[in-house]
């Protein structure tokens, strides 16, 4: 997995994030599936810590993780969860 070169947070954080990034349009993973797709299958704490300090909203898709039970979890982005549904419907995906 490639670092985008003007990335800037700690070596997890750009772990999570270039994670993040290969999750396609219109599609979600949960937090437990991102952190075992990291290798890290008990840090899903921590890898839902690592996408609410994304500053890169929308172009690393952090609004494409949700909870285990389905729920949106959270935004750290403007609007918060409003915001994370809306882009989620944009692209087809309709969590309620």
């Given at each position: 997995?490639?670092?985008?070169?003007?990335?800037?947070?700690?070596?997890?954080?750009?772990?999570?994030?270039?994670?993040?990034?290969?999750?396609?349009?219109?599609?979600?993973?949960?937090?437990?599936?991102?952190?075992?797709?990291?290798g890290?299958?008990?840090?899903?704490?921590?890898?839902?810590?690592?996408?609410?300090?994304?500053?890169?909203?929308?172009?690393?898709?952090?609004?494409?993780?949700?909870?285990?039970d389905?729920?949106?979890?959270?935004?750290?982005?403007?609007?918060?969860?409003?915001?994370?549904?809306?882009?989620?419907?944009?692209?087809?995906?309709?969590?309620?």
């Open positions: 997995m490639s670092h985008h070169p003007e990335l800037i947070g700690t070596p997890f954080q750009l772990l999570v994030w270039n994670a993040l990034k290969t999750i396609p349009k219109g599609e979600v993973r949960t937090y437990k599936e991102l952190a075992a797709m990291i890290r299958p008990g840090s899903v704490r921590a890898v839902a810590n690592a996408c609410g300090k994304n500053p890169y909203l929308v172009t690393i898709p952090c609004h494409r993780v949700i909870r285990t389905g729920g949106l979890g959270g935004y750290s982005g403007p609007g918060g969860i409003e915001t994370k549904r809306k882009l989620l419907l944009e692209e087809g995906i309709d969590i309620t």
